[in-house]
């Protein structure tokens, strides 16, 4: 039993059924929730837990993300979000995420010029996007390409094999966004921009997504650092859906595209990273029909019982407290407008009437639903030119390094064995088919 697993005291179960009572282990770790080890449970009475959601289920050890809900505190590797935001770039937080610790200068220099000179993509893959309609969602394009990547890297496709582990982080962190600015560029009919080895990580994906061949492009710093902040915020966050997929599926032994793909499509849905654009779009909708001044009556249709419309952007399993990383996007949507002039933005003006507006209402207040990381994103990515259905690929782009992170840390667990749930089983008990020509 490795040392952050000594049991520090334990769990009586006993039965109303006859089965004898059992004695379980709790588990503590670093910070947070003791867990309660039920590895024996089935061995040892037959019975297993049950958990739809995992809303009190522990699927892994890490070390990699802590959040604190209740205190709305977020730590990556022990650092706090809004230190990492406002003190290091992305690729620093890489970095940091990926090995655990800050890199000193030449650690930094040394991984900036690796992920640099693997941001080209095989000449091959503009042909998988000609596949595409050129309206095809850019999610639906990114799913494929994640995938597609593990038939062009041969050499770096065997998870047990350290280097190949290595190599494989750093074409993914590295093609990513050259991938994303790929799916744009084919959307918009305009020609693909290859990467520009003297730009920062953050300069060259925005020269990819918005330089054209007619002219020079002018880097705007201060957009590079919002969208520098907007990828460090998505980073990682601990087991939340997509993560969870990305572990499920490398736990079979796959290789680390095919998995990454598998994060992508989870990312999709509008109540996980698709939110940002399904909150733009509730934005824009709120607008059109009134805005400010319609705002109650959205606000009552989100809480009718029969409705199912949601404040999108609202409320998270883990956080029931504000979302840090939103008080950090709201200062960066600031920041941005300002820049550009755009102080008077009527959605801007309408995402923060519409917060204040829910914050003081019992029934958010009540359910704990507080602005999350979407809520301001898609103002911030509409106002530096991203369009709508871009977001949840520019989310994906950011999280790539958390899934590698934490698919690393499960293959080198000691303890990793492939995931295999099992079931509450509800269905038909054995019984003979009848032959067709009896059945009525
Ligand atoms: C992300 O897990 C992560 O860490 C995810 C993420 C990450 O970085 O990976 O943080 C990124 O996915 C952020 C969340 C983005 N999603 C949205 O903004 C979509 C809107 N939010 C919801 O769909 C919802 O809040 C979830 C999915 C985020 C959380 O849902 P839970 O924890 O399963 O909570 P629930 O659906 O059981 O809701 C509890 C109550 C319910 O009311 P009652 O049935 O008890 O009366 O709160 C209500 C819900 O109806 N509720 C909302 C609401 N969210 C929850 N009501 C209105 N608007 C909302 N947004």
């Known amino acids: 039993m490795s040392s952050e697993h000594k049991g520090v005291h334990k769990a009586t ?26 590895r024996k449970l089935y061995g040892q009475t037959g019975k297993f837990t049950y958990d739809p959601g995992f809303l009190s289920t522990a699927s892994c050890n890490s070390s990699i993300t802590y959040i604190d809900g209740d205190k709305g505190e977020l ?65 639906a394009v990114m799913t494929g390409l994640a995938g597609a990547l593990s038939a062009f890297y041969p050499d770096s496709m065997n998870l047990n094999d350290p280097h190949q582990r290595e190599i494989s982080a750093i074409r993914l962190i590295a093609k990513m966004p050259t991938l994303v600015a790929m799916a744009y560029k084919y959307s918009v009919g305009e020609p693909f921009v290859y990467p520009q080895n003297n730009l920062s990580y953050t300069a060259n994906f925005m020269r990819m997504m918005f330089a054209t061949p007619c002219e020079e492009y002018k880097v705007n710093d201060v957009l590079v650092r919002a969208m520098d902040r907007i990828f460090i915020l998505h980073a990682d966050h601990e087991q ?19 998995a990454i793909a598998a994060g992508v499509a989870c990312l999709w849905g509008p109540a996980h990273g698709g939110a940002n654009e399904a909150c733009l779009t509730m934005l824009n909708e709120i607008q059109a029909n009134g805005g400010v001044a319609k705002i109650g009556e959205f606000i009552a249709n989100v ?96 999280r790539t390094v958390g899934w590698i992170a934490q698919l690393n840390e499960m293959i080198t667990d000691p303890e990793y064995k492939i995931g295999r749930p099992r079931q509450l089983y509800q269905g038909a008990i054995a019984r003979t088919v009848t032959p067709i020509a009896q059945r009525g």
């Open 75 to 139: 730590l990556y590797r022990g650092y706090p979000i809004d230190q990492l935001a406002t003190q290091c770039d992305f690729l620093e937080t890489c970095y940091l995420i990926l090995y655990g610790e800050l890199p000193n200068p030449a650690q930094k220099s040394d991984f900036v010029h690796r992920v640099t000179h693997h941001t080209m993509v095989h000449e091959q893959l503009q042909f998988f996007l000609r596949g595409f309609r050129r309206d095809a969602h850019p999610m």
């Open 13 to 38: 179960v006993s039965f109303s059924d006859g089965t004898p009572a059992i004695e379980l282990p709790i588990l503590k770790g670093a910070s947070g929730p003791e867990v309660i080890d039920i």
């Open 303 to 398: 809480k009718d019982k029969n409705s199912t419309v949601r404040l999108m952007g609202f409320g998270h399993r883990v956080y029931k407290n504000y979302d840090p990383r939103a008080k950090l996007m709201r200062d960066t949507c600031h920041e941005v407008l300002n820049e550009l002039g755009l102080q008077d933005d009527p959605l801007f003006k309408l995402a923060m009437a519409l917060e204040k507006i829910a914050l003081e209402d019992e029934y958010f207040v009540s359910r704990k639903l507080y602005p999350n990381v979407d809520f301001y994103s898609g103002i911030v990515q509409r106002a530096i030119g991203i369009p709508v259905q871009l977001f949840t690929a520019i989310f994906a782009l950011a």
């Open 240 to 258: 939340n859906a997509s993560t969870s997929t990305v572990r499920l599926c490398a736990s079979s032994g796959t290789n680390p595209f095919a």
